[in-house]
Nanobody, 135 residues
Framework: QVQLVESGGGLVQPGGSLRLSCVVS????????IGWFRQAPGKEREGVSC????????????YYADSVNGRFTISRHNAKNTVYLQLNNLQPEAAAVYYC????????????????????????WGKGTLVSVSS
């Protein structure tokens, strides 16, 4: 049974950090690209970051939405079946439910842009973890 389980969300003050984890089961992470998305109340889902599958190292090419570039970092540890999203310098506008999702195979830069624009075509989704930012 395919599962993606997110964790690591919580309440932080502005400027704080969190590390989200996405643990996958039921398939080999080696062959899948992973995307992180978020959805705030009353807003549409948006792509945050994605990391392509790679046949060599753990970290395939990475891509970020402009709104988070430089503050968020995505990484993967295939042996642990886990993808991480490090969130730094969190601001109130980052508060949302964060989801990870999987897509078979590597993604090209053009495909990554489609993912980050929300036209994802992702095959499998987790149920999300809530990130709250408040003083």
């Amino acid at each position: 049974q395919v599962q993606l389980v997110e964790s690591g969300g919580g309440l932080v003050q502005p400027g704080g950090s969190l590390r989200l984890s996405c643990v996958v089961s039921g398939f080999s992470l080696d062959y899948y690209s992973i995307g992180w998305f978020r959805q705030a109340p009353g807003k549409e889902r948006e792509g945050v970051s994605c990391i392509s599958s790679s046949d060599s190292s753990n970290d395939g090419p990475t891509y970020y939405a402009d709104s988070v570039n430089g503050r968020f970092t995505i990484s993967r540890h295939n042996a642990k079946n886990t993808v991480y999203l490090q969130l730094n310098n969190l601001q109130p506008e980052a508060a949302a439910v964060y989801y990870c999702a999987a897509l078979w195979g590597p993604v090209t830069p053009a495909q990554a842009m489609h993912i980050l624009l929300g036209s994802s075509g992702m095959a499998y989704w987790g149920k999300g973890t809530l990130v709250s930012v408040s003083s």
